[in-house]
T-cell receptor, first 114, second 117 residues
Framework: QQPVQSPQAVILREGEDAVINCSSSKALYSVHWYRQKHGEAPVFLMILLKGGEQKGHDKISASFNEKKQQSSLYLTASQLSYSGTYFCGTERGAGGTSYGKLTFGQGTILTVHP | NAGVMQNPRHLVRRRGQEARLRCSPMKGHSHVYWYRQLPEEGLKFMVYLQKENIIDESGMPKERFSAEFPKEGPSILRIQQVVRGDSAAYFC???????????????FGPGTRLLVL
């Protein structure tokens, strides 16, 4: 089941903030966030694990609400380089065991203007 | 430390030909994942492999597609008798061994853009 991202697109001016949400209908083990620029590979930003552990990026933060099966990515004081498509990848697991496979949302297009 | 490598970066095939896409994982990574991305769409999981084993191929089409990750050498995604609908970007990602109870980051390669004429 593909997670649902919202909004589908965001337009910002430099210095503004944005929040991108990712919701799943299934219980999640972890949530991974990636940014992809046009014609390039997805670049890892953040991983959030069940139980609250977070690995991250110094300019971007995220939260993971396990009960609601939702994650949010927070981009503050946006820069031109933040432009791109943001994907969340969700992983299901059971009994504390990771399955490895990620199911990606449809993406959120973020455009930052000067 | 080289990242995930994929080749070729661009591949053009005529309908009915075979396409072979290669992926060399990062050093120390023993897990490989293949994803397909259609224009303006998200990444769709295809297959998850470890050395000499297919762990999960639930995203692979039942016909014409196969994948392997031999003991030596790169992982190969093979598409037989390509059709126009196979045109897409194919990304490979790799991760270290999954320790019990933890997830590891998947690092993506630059992708292979397949165009079927």
């Amino acid at each position: 089941q593909q997670p649902v991202q919202s909004p589908q697109a965001v337009i910002l001016r430099e210095g503004e903030d944005a929040v991108i949400n990712c919701s799943s209908s299934k219980a999640l083990y972890s949530v991974h966030w990636y940014r992809q620029k046009h014609g390039e590979a997805p670049v890892f930003l953040m991983i959030l694990l069940k139980g609250g552990e977070q690995k991250g990026h110094d300019k971007i933060s995220a939260s993971f609400n396990e009960k609601k099966q939702q994650s949010s990515l927070y981009l503050t004081a946006s820069q031109l380089s933040y432009s791109g498509t943001y994907f969340c990848g969700t992983e299901r697991g059971a009994g504390g065991t990771s399955y490895g496979k990620l199911t990606f949302g449809q993406g959120t297009i973020l455009t930052v203007h000067p | 430390n080289a990242g995930v490598m994929q080749n070729p970066r661009h591949l053009v095939r005529r309908r009915g030909q075979e396409a072979r896409l290669r992926c060399s994982p990062m050093k120390g990574h023993s897990h490989v994942y293949w994803y397909r991305q259609l224009p303006e769409e998200g990444l769709k999981f295809m297959v998850y492999l470890q050395k000499e084993n297919i762990i999960d191929e639930s995203g692979m089409p039942k016909e014409r597609f196969s994948a392997e990750f031999p003991k030596e050498g790169p992982s190969i995604l093979r598409i037989q008798q390509v059709v126009r609908g196979d045109s897409a970007a194919y990304f490979c990602a790799s991760s270290p061994p999954l320790a019990s109870g933890r997830q590891e980051t998947q690092y993506f390669g630059p992708g292979t853009r397949l165009l079927v004429l």
